[in-house]
């Protein structure tokens, strides 16, 4: 993005004020300083804007790792380790806000997972966390427990890191602004796995310039995040965040949802037929430390 629009031309009727007292030297040093004053001119409006307001439209990048556990004490671990080590120093690095939710385990889903969704403005600060959480000294002693583990004693079966892109349509991660019990709070995490690459930008697509993203919005489902996967085991495949402050909430927003115009309309329209070929959904509630 540009800051203000360059100055590639002039009007000479603009120029009418501009008188020259003498001819020769004076005039020509006139013009020298003129035009000194023009080129500071279209250099200063056709710099690249304040990049604090770039940032602020600019599409971020989310990593989620997701921990899964075999038994209770190791999923207590890595929660001290969250709550005591890493979202502090995360912190401490301005990164954030950090969301970290749990599954509600059922005889459907009968493995306890946790997951934490880390926003970061470029891919370089994904590399420089993990560079500065090397040389910081009060992260090695709050998480010395997780971090020292011994191999027969690990604090979790398996991490995976997903590494996301945001949609255009919504670039930046929003908090939702839910009141009630965070007990009762949904957060619906789903993930819409595609046939093809083509497919996966079709559906893409469909969020963006279709209108899904902008129906959502309109209906107040609270969206969290829109993201394409970049980097996992599950491609090409996007996924998405809405939160709800309880199951009732949850379930009249998808009914208006699927009885709105929009999504009738977008679902008749066969050019966004057969774009997801399996989907996952995961209702999670937020940990006590999450920050929203």
Same mark, same amino acid.
């Given at each position: 993005?540009?800051?203000?629009?360059?100055?590639?031309?002039?009007?000479?009727?603009?120029?009418?004020?501009?008188?020259?007292?003498?001819?020769?030297?004076? +005039?020509?040093? *006139?013009?020298?300083?003129?035009?000194? !004053?023009? @080129?500071?001119?279209?250099?200063?409006?056709? &710099?690249? %804007?304040?990049?604090?307001?770039?940032?602020?439209?600019?599409?971020?990048?989310? +990593?989620?790792? *997701?921990?899964?556990?075999?038994?209770? !004490?190791? @999923?207590?671990?890595?929660?001290?380790?969250? &709550?005591? %080590?890493?979202?502090?120093?995360?912190?401490?690095?301005?990164?954030?806000?950090?969301?970290v939710f749990n599954n509600r385990v059922d005889e459907k889903d009968t493995l306890p997972r946790t997951y934490v969704l880390i926003p970061l403005q470029s891919l370089d600060e994904l590399l420089e966390i993990d560079q500065t959480l090397a040389t910081d000294s009060i992260y090695s002693a709050d998480g010395q427990a997780f971090l020292s583990a011994n191999y027969d004693n690990p604090p979790y079966l398996r991490l995976e890191s997903t590494l996301l892109h945001a949609f255009s349509e919504w670039p930046q991660l929003v908090t939702p602004p839910l009141d009630g019990p965070r007990a009762d709070r949904i957060y619906e995490l789903r993930s819409y796995e595609s046939p093809t690459e083509s497919y996966g930008k079709n559906k893409i697509e469909m969020f963006n310039a279709g209108g899904e993203v902008r129906l959502f919005e309109r209906l107040g489902c609270n969206a969290v995040f829109y993201g394409q996967v970049v980097s996992g085991s599950r491609m090409p495949n996007l996924m998405y965040m809405t939160a709800y402050s309880d199951s009732t909430s949850r379930y009249q927003h998808w009914d208006a949802f699927f009885g709105s115009p929009e999504w009738k309309s977008l679902i008749s329209n066969p050019y966004y037929d057969h774009n997801v070929n399996h989907a996952d959904i995961w209702l999670l509630y937020p940990t006590e430390y999450s920050e929203y």
């Open positions: 993005m540009w800051g203000n629009n360059c100055l590639t031309s002039q009007n000479p009727n603009n120029h009418r004020d501009f008188r020259y007292f003498d001819q020769g030297k004076v +005039q020509q040093i *006139t013009m020298k300083k003129l035009s000194l !004053v023009i @080129a500071l001119l279209i250099w200063i409006g056709c &710099k690249p %804007a304040d990049p604090s307001m770039e940032n602020h439209s600019a599409r971020q990048y989310y +990593q989620l790792r *997701t921990y899964s556990f075999a038994n209770i !004490v190791q @999923a207590q671990a890595t929660r001290l380790y969250l &709550k005591d %080590a890493l979202i502090p120093a995360l912190q401490r690095m301005q990164i954030g806000p950090v969301g």
